[in-house]
């Protein structure tokens, strides 16, 4: 089955400064790469996506970008904001609503004022 | 998205007993899914519910632990059974999103056994 790992677990920066997280995945059939942030006492909530025919998508201030070669894919938080201070999931699945998504183990980004 | 109400939203259970919890959803769906997140850790994938048949579980867990019903395609519930500490955590149901890929979760259950 899938397995998909994510670095840092944990993450400090400095309100206005980039952050980036990081994942790789193993099965090569994924084709979807959806990211979660998850506040506090909170459900999980998708902030993007990409699918395995784009490179990199954006979003204001998120992009993500994916490395199907490689199995790697990463999001990119610039002009982070204390609002940003969370935990990210990456996941991967295959394309299309009724397929298993297998996530990381998360990074808690926290973002200091 | 599909907007799913999710309950109860906490509760305190004696080891030993069980505790059922539901997912009605605003909108007709296939399948919903079922997820246990520990504290401080990420979403696993307990079972798969479609309407008319039964769950199908990922490695680790059971029916009898965790029987889940699916009578129709906006309503699912899952049981966990003769709970132990062990298995305080969240629960959170979720739906593929109307349109888009992806998925909506429900507002979770925090489970607490004592």
């Known amino acids: 089955g899938e397995n998909v790992e994510q670095h840092p677990s944990t993450l400090s920066v400095q309100e206005g400064d980039s952050a980036v997280i990081k994942c790789t995945y193993s099965d090569s059939a994924s084709n979807y790469f959806p990211w979660y942030k998850q506040e506090l006492g909170k459900r999980p909530q998708l902030i993007i996506d990409?699918?395995?025919?784009?490179g990199e998508k954006k979003d204001q201030r998120i992009a993500v970008t994916l490395n199907k070669t490689a199995k790697h894919f990463s999001l990119h938080i610039t002009e982070t904001q204390p609002e940003d201070s969370a935990v990210y999931f990456c996941a991967a699945s295959g394309e299309g609503g009724y397929q298993k998504v297998t996530f990381g183990t998360g990074t808690k980004l926290q973002v200091i004022p | 998205s599909a907007v799913i109400s999710q309950k109860p939203s906490r509760d305190i259970c004696q080891r030993g007993t069980s505790l059922t919890i539901q997912c009605q959803v605003d909108?007709?769906?296939?399948?919903m899914f079922w997820y246990r997140q520990q504290p401080g850790q990420s979403l696993t994938l307990i079972a798969t519910?479609?309407?008319?048949?039964?769950?199908?579980?990922e490695s680790g867990f059971v029916i009898d632990k965790f029987p889940i019903s699916r009578p129709n395609l906006t309503f699912s519930t899952l049981t966990v059974s003769n709970m132990s500490p062990e298995d305080s955590s969240i629960y959170l149901c979720?739906?593929?999103?109307?349109?888009?890929?992806?998925?909506?979760f429900g507002s979770g259950t925090r489970l607490t056994v004592v």
């Open positions: 979720s739906v593929p999103r109307q349109g888009p890929d992806g998925y909506t």
């Open positions: 519910a479609n309407q008319g048949s039964e769950a199908t579980y």
């Open positions: 909108s007709q769906v296939t399948m």
């Open positions: 990409i699918r395995s025919n784009v």
